[in-house]
């Protein structure tokens, strides 16, 4: 009897894995793994002198505030003591007005006074007419009205215009020791060197080159924006104040333009004292004391008006900057902007003796006639 062949016991496969764990039913299934995408280059950017240099300008730029206008100086809160001062500049600036206009109708409508001479002082009157007029009155309303702000046109326009006839006076102080040069000591050669041609040249490349000094000046000072501040330490726009609140660069090229000027302006002042040397030299040896006298009378006004000038540019150059506002800054200012111009007419008639006789010839012509009328 043949017995059926055992069944081969079932197999059992083992599983070595690790276990499942007891949360593996509920846990998401692993992403799949993202495709490999090779670097890419960085930008390149370009290369600041300095690290960090772009973040410093953006982070300036976001906080930049651009300057539209300047206040002035405040001598006192008092409004008593603004008013007087108002009252004071009002004064001096009609005196000035007077004198100067005075002085050019003089010269303009007496015959005797149609020389070279009195051309030029007559040119100087005019400068000393618009000088004191770009500034002064601005401080008078600002003093009347309690205002103290002036706009950034305002002052890029007294700033030009101010620097326009500095200049402008030197040249002429230039040209009026030449033509007494000549006058003293070539007097047979001054008819044919000094022509009303020669004289109208002189006094128009007097007003050119201020006017040359005073665009590239003003150009310089405001072709940048003025962020550090906006107090002007003085009572109009001075131009070392407003150098003060400028920006470096402006300061750098200020310089430089100041420097050359001042190296032009040493020339200038070298050649009149050589002229005036020689004039007085040429005075000396004259042997009539009414020729003598008449050479110094012409010869004076000029020398006064080129001292008062000279003394006006250095307390103005060499004076301190000031930081703050004072009764000291503000008495500087006035020496150097009004007092020129109030005292040179004075030293016209008062010095000149020809400018004393044709205002006598007014005087008698205008007033003394109708007093006649009255007694007779």
């Known amino acids: 009897m043949n017995l059926p062949d055992p069944e081969p016991p079932p197999t059992v496969?083992?599983?070595?894995?690790?276990?499942?764990?007891?949360?593996?039913?509920?846990?998401?299934?692993?992403?799949?793994?993202?495709?490999?995408?090779?670097?890419?280059?960085?930008?390149?950017?370009?290369?600041?002198?300095?690290?960090?240099?772009?973040?410093?300008?953006?982070?300036?730029?976001?906080?930049?505030?651009?300057?539209?206008e300047f206040f002035l100086m405040e001598i006192s809160s008092s409004w008593e003591l603004q008013v007087l001062q108002g009252v004071l500049f009002l004064m001096i600036y009609l005196g000035a007005q007077a004198g100067n206009l005075l002085t050019i109708l003089v010269i303009v409508t007496d015959p005797n006074l149609h020389f070279p001479m009195y051309f030029f002082i007559a040119n100087l009157s005019f400068i000393d007419l618009c000088s004191i007029s770009v500034i002064v009155p601005k401080s008078i309303v600002n003093s009347l009205t309690g205002r103290k702000s002036i706009s950034l046109k305002e002052c890029a326009a007294q700033i030009f215009l101010y620097t326009l006839f500095a200049p402008t006076e030197i040249a002429?102080?230039?040209?009026?020791?030449?033509?007494?040069?000549?006058?003293?000591?070539?007097?047979?050669?001054?008819?044919?060197?000094?022509?009303?041609?020669?004289?109208?040249?002189?006094?128009?490349?007097?007003?050119?080159?201020?006017?040359?000094?005073?665009?590239?000046?003003?150009?310089?000072?405001?072709?940048?924006?003025?962020?550090?501040?906006?107090?002007?330490?003085?009572?109009?726009?001075?131009?070392?104040?407003?150098?003060?609140?400028?920006?470096?660069?402006?300061?750098?090229?200020?310089?430089?333009?100041?420097?050359?000027?001042?190296?032009?302006?040493?020339?200038?002042?070298t050649f009149m004292f050589m002229s005036y040397i020689k004039i007085f030299s040429s005075v000396l040896q004259m042997h009539s004391a009414e020729a003598r006298n008449k050479a110094?009378?012409?010869?004076?006004?000029?020398?006064?008006?080129?001292?008062?000038?000279?003394?006006?540019?250095?307390?103005?150059?060499?004076?301190?900057?000031?930081?703050?506002?004072?009764?000291k800054n503000l008495l500087i200012a006035v020496i150097y902007t009004m007092l020129p111009p109030f005292i040179n007419p004075l030293i016209y008639s008062l010095r000149n003796r020809e400018i004393n006789y044709a205002l006598g010839r007014i005087y008698k012509k205008y007033f003394d006639f109708p007093k006649r009328v009255l007694l007779n």
């Open 13 to 68: 496969a083992l599983d070595f894995a690790s276990p499942p764990s007891p949360d593996s039913s509920t846990s998401p299934p692993p992403p799949p793994p993202s495709p490999i995408v090779p670097p890419e280059d960085p930008p390149v950017l370009p290369q600041s002198p300095d690290p960090g240099e772009d973040c410093i300008i953006l982070a300036s730029m976001d906080n930049l505030t651009l300057i539209t």
């Open 172 to 269: 002429l102080l230039v040209v009026m020791s030449y033509d007494r040069y000549i006058a003293i000591c070539h007097p047979l050669h001054y008819g044919l060197t000094v022509t009303p041609q020669v004289c109208a040249q002189a006094a128009g490349g007097s007003w050119a080159s201020g006017l040359l000094y005073s665009a590239i000046h003003t150009v310089n000072m405001f072709r940048l924006p003025f962020t550090k501040s906006n107090v002007i330490h003085q009572y109009f726009c001075d131009v070392p104040q407003v150098l003060r609140i400028s920006s470096s660069d402006v300061q750098f090229c200020e310089s430089i333009l100041l420097a050359i000027s001042s190296g032009i302006v040493l020339v200038c002042f």
């Open 296 to 327: 110094l009378s012409t010869c004076t006004p000029q020398l006064a008006i080129l001292f008062l000038f000279v003394t006006s540019a250095l307390i103005a150059a060499l004076g301190p900057i000031a930081n703050k506002a004072s009764l």
